[in-house]
């Protein structure tokens, strides 16, 4: 689907990308983007692209990106705009960007996240492992006073949310090549080729659908290489759950059963 009416460039908006490209939505992350940005220069396998997608942002993160991007011209970085609304539309239009300049390989995580500093280079080992999706470990991260109980807990409830998934009648039907894997939004990556041909990220608000559970129920219709990869890490924010609690978080991701007025915690 073609975003031309909504999408304007930024940095390096029309110059070809790297082999692996790095999709990551924002929106008013200007307590966080930049830790995360800092995450991603401390990568052992470097030579990738990042997509900031900024979908609206009112405080200062269009401006931390700009700046970070100046400090690290080692880095390629883009920044885009997204004025339709959605992690969903967000996403897809980072890792189209990626795959209509040059890359081979996406990924995808979020401007609240710390990536492992062998993240990339796990994810393409795994894409020389025949892999088509990977879908990563994500774990909460360290530094938003969580403590290691609820940490566990948390762990617990991902291993939960992933079994419930595989039993879960909207996951099953016909014309699936293989079992349901959920796929965190937050620390994926797929070939180029497969985005393209799966549909890619449906563009929607996640008020409306989790697009990462759409896009692994329309991958494993293509293809049975995809798979769990617990040595990709991505150490996820927990601000959610510290604002509405685990089982009203579990019960919004399951299928948006909670249903609090503000999704965008800050």
């Not at 959605?86 to 960007?97: I, L, N, V």
């Not at 403590?147 to 807990?153: H, N, Q, S, V, Y």
């Not at 994926?188 to 990220?201: E, K, L």
């Amino acid at each position: 689907m073609s975003t031309s009416n909504t999408r304007s460039g930024g940095l390096g908006s029309a110059a070809p990308t790297r082999r692996l490209s790095i999709a990551v939505p924002m929106l008013n992350e200007e307590k966080l983007v930049r830790q995360s940005l800092e995450s991603l220069a401390a990568q052992e396998y470097a030579d990738f692209t990042v997509v900031v997608v900024d979908n609206g942002s009112t405080d200062r993160s269009c401006r931390i990106v700009s700046a970070f991007a100046a400090e690290h011209p080692e880095m390629d970085i883009r920044l885009l705009h997204e004025a339709e609304k959605g992690t969903g539309a967000a996403a897809d239009t980072g890792m189209r960007f990626g795959a209509e300049h040059g890359a081979t390989w996406l990924a995808r995580t979020d401007a609240d996240c710390l990536a492992a500093k062998d993240w990339t280079a796990r994810i393409v080992a795994g894409f020389r492992d025949g892999l088509e999706l990977i879908a990563g470990q994500l774990v909460p991260r360290h530094d938003e006073g969580i403590t290691r109980g609820e940490r566990r807990m948390m762990l617990l409830a991902v291993e939960v949310a992933s079994f419930f998934g595989r039993i879960r009648p909207g996951n099953k039907g016909e014309g699936y090549l293989g079992p349901y894997q959920m796929l965190p939004g937050c620390n994926m990556a797929i070939t180029a080729d497969m985005y393209v041909r799966s549909g890619g990220f449906p563009r929607t608000r996640i008020e409306d659908l989790h697009e990462d559970r759409a896009l692994s129920n329309q991958v494993r219709k293509l293809t049975r290489n995809y798979a769990l990869r617990r040595d990709v890490v991505v150490y996820g924010s927990s601000r959610r759950v510290k604002a509405w609690g685990l089982k009203n978080t579990l019960a919004w991701y399951a299928d948006h059963r909670y249903r609090p007025e503000h999704v965008d915690i800050r």
